[in-house]
């Protein structure tokens, strides 16, 4: 699933409904900038985003429409892409975070991604998947946890 779609876009910018249609949108607009923003962003946050990564969601949505204005008016897309590098730099660089639709933030952090199982056996290996069987010292780390 999409972070974004053409209900996304023209939610906020209702004058793309009137131009074009959701199938020309999504194809030849959404998809490209989806592609763009979550390129950019690869480097310091795991991809592709949820579509409850609202600052992925809105940043996206702001570069369907500077591509749909790339040609048209140009001074308009510029200006758009202004913003929308200025807050990727400032999410990269750290000045800025990540927010979920719950209100969770999500910080780079210099390149490593961090996970809460990275410390045990993974659940998935190339073995047989009958044998396949979470880490006992997970388990025991969640059982001591809740006490």
Same mark, same amino acid.
């Given at each position: 699933m999409a972070i974004i779609n053409w209900e996304d876009v023209v939610g906020r910018y209702p004058a793309l409904a009137k131009a074009r249609d959701a199938t020309e949108v999504n194809?030849?607009?959404?998809?490209?900038?989806?592609?763009?923003v979550e390129g950019r962003l690869a480097s310091m946050f795991t991809v592709p985003f949820s579509s409850n990564n609202i600052t992925a969601k809105d940043l996206t949505i702001d570069t369907t429409y500077a591509k749909w204005y790339r040609f048209s008016?140009?001074? /308009?897309? !510029?200006? @758009?892409?202004?913003? *929308?590098?200025g807050r990727i730099e400032a999410?990269?660089?750290g000045q800025a975070a990540m927010m979920t639709s719950d209100g969770s933030i999500m910080h780079s952090v210099g390149g490593t991604i961090w996970s809460t199982t990275q410390d045990y056996t993974p659940v998935?290996? /190339?073995? !047989?998947? @009958?044998?396949?069987? *979470?880490?006992?010292?997970e388990l025991l780390d969640?059982?001591?946890?809740r006490l």
């Open positions: 194809t030849n607009y959404v998809l490209y900038a989806i592609a763009e008016d140009p001074a /308009k897309a !510029d200006a @758009i892409d202004d913003h *929308v590098n999410l990269l660089s998935f290996d /190339k073995s !047989d998947p @009958i044998t396949w069987m *979470v880490s006992s010292e969640n059982a001591d946890a």
